[in-house]
Structures are given as structure tokens and as C-alpha cells.
């Protein structure tokens, strides 16, 4: 039996700490290769014919890879949304930083104008948006006929919901807007009106020609949920 100064024993060598430090760097490595590599495939194929194997094949790791990583196709495409939806947030924030910034301190007096410059910025990625609804609305169908989807799917949509609420009251404090609806009913409406705008673009088989226009209309509907127009927006 050894000492009770045993029991604490010394730090481990150094060595065994960057030994799991770089496991765990390979490890996310790993697991983002796998979710671009997903993302590149369901978009191009759709979930369902997305197989395993192809994803893989696309990352260039095997399927042992991909099982330690993920429990099933389902589980990887939950971590696709989340770092899409990421990205998108991410997009949403530094168009409000650069409308807010280039209409300086006239951004209270042009509520209107601020929000069509976001929207205008916005959608120069509509190409990319198009093949990412497709691929949300795929499974959004799929988890509603498997209940065992309903919890996840539900907590990745809200956490984006909530994402996004955060960006439209800071947004609405900085351009002195004062909003109708909460932050997080502002969210879902604006969110699921550009769904709406894709899906019609989608369904009439013809892309989206004037991105200027359609920033135009997500502007004048975002008119909606605030208050009353300044004058420069009557």
C-alpha cells in the first residue's frame, strides 16, 4: 500500500497530454470532414439516396470513421443543420453590422431602408439556400413520420429559432425599431417567410432572376412586425 501522497500522485508526463489533445483535434477534424462531406451529397442527391458509403467516399475516411462519430445518417444530419444553420446566422449578422454601419447614426430615422440593406445582403446566397431548404425540407418531412426524430429535431429548430431572435432585438435596439411581435415570433415569421420565397422559386421550376426585388418584398413585409413607419418610410 503507498503513501497518502500517492493517492495524488504527479501530473502525467506531457507527452500522454498532447497524445489525447491531438486525438481529440483529429476527432473533430474527422467529424467536420464527414458533416461537409454530407452536405455536399444530400444536397446533391437528397437524404434519402445519400448513402453511408458515399459520404464517406466523399470525406475520404471509412465507414469505422463515420460510426464513431455518428449513430445513424439521421444523427449526421442533424449535425449538418446545426453548422448550416451556423453559417446562415452568421451571414444574418454581418448583413445587419454592415447595414447598421454604412447608414451610421440615419439608421433610427430609416427603420425601412436598414431593413431592405439586410435583406439585400442576404439573399446574394440565395443559390446556396435553395439546395439547403430542399435538403431541411426533406427532413423535416422524414422526422415527422419518426417519433424518435421529434425531440431532436424540435430542439435544433428552436436552438436556431433562438439564434436568430437574439439577432433581431440586437438589430432592433440599434436601428431604434420597435417590434409588434417578440423577438422570437419576429424570428420564426421572417424565417419562415424566405421559406416560403424558396419554395415557390423551387416549385416553379425557375430560379429566383431579381434577388433586388425579393429583398424588396422581405423589407416591406418586415414592416409588419414593428411599429409605426418614420416619415422617411411613409
Keep these: 500500500m503507498g503513501t497518502a ?6 501530473p502525467g508526463p506531457v507527452r500522454r497530454h498532447r497524445g489525447r489533445t491531438g486525438v481529440t483535434r483529429r476527432r473533430a477534424r474527422t467529424r467536420r470532414d464527414l458533416v461537409d ?13 445519400a448513402s453511408i458509403e458515399r459520404i464517406c467516399e466523399e470525406a475520404g475516411y471509412t465507414r469505422g470513421a463515420f460510426y464513431s462519430n ?10 449538418t443543420y446545426e453548422v448550416q444553420t451556423a453559417r446562415r446566422a452568421d451571414r444574418l449578422r454581418t448583413a445587419m453590422d454592415t447595414a447598421l454601419a454604412d ?14 440593406r439586410v435583406a439585400r445582403l442576404f439573399v446574394e446566397s440565395l443559390h446556396d439556400d435553395l439546395a439547403w431548404y430542399l ?18 429535431t424540435l430542439a435544433a429548430e428552436a436552438a ?5 431572435a437574439e439577432l433581431v432585438a440586437r438589430f432592433a435596439e440599434q436601428a431604434g425599431i420597435s417590434l409588434r411581435l417578440t423577438a422570437p415570433e419576429v424570428a420564426i415569421f421572417l424565417s419562415r417567410l424566405y421559406e416560403t420565397v424558396l419554395e415557390r ?17 422581405i423589407a416591406r413585409v418586415f414592416r409588419i412586425v414593428i411599429g409605426g413607419p418614420s416619415e422617411s418610410d411613409r
Design 135 to 152: 435538403v431541411t425540407a426533406e427532413f423535416r418531412a422524414r422526422a415527422m413520420r419518426r417519433p424518435d426524430l421529434h425531440g431532436a
Design 201 to 217: 422559386a423551387l416549385l416553379r421550376d425557375e430560379p429566383v432572376t431579381d434577388p433586388e426585388a425579393l429583398a424588396e418584398a
Design 70 to 79: 455518428f449513430a445513424s445518417k439521421e444523427d449526421l444530419f442533424l449535425a
Design 5 to 10: 501522497t500517492e493517492g495524488l500522485g504527479r
Design 37 to 49: 462531406a454530407a452536405y455536399a451529397v444530400f444536397a446533391e442527391t437528397g437524404i434519402q439516396e
Design 103 to 116: 447608414l451610421g447614426g440615419a439608421r433610427r430615422g430609416q427603420p425601412l431602408e436598414v431593413a431592405r
Design 160 to 164: 436556431f429559432v433562438n439564434t436568430l
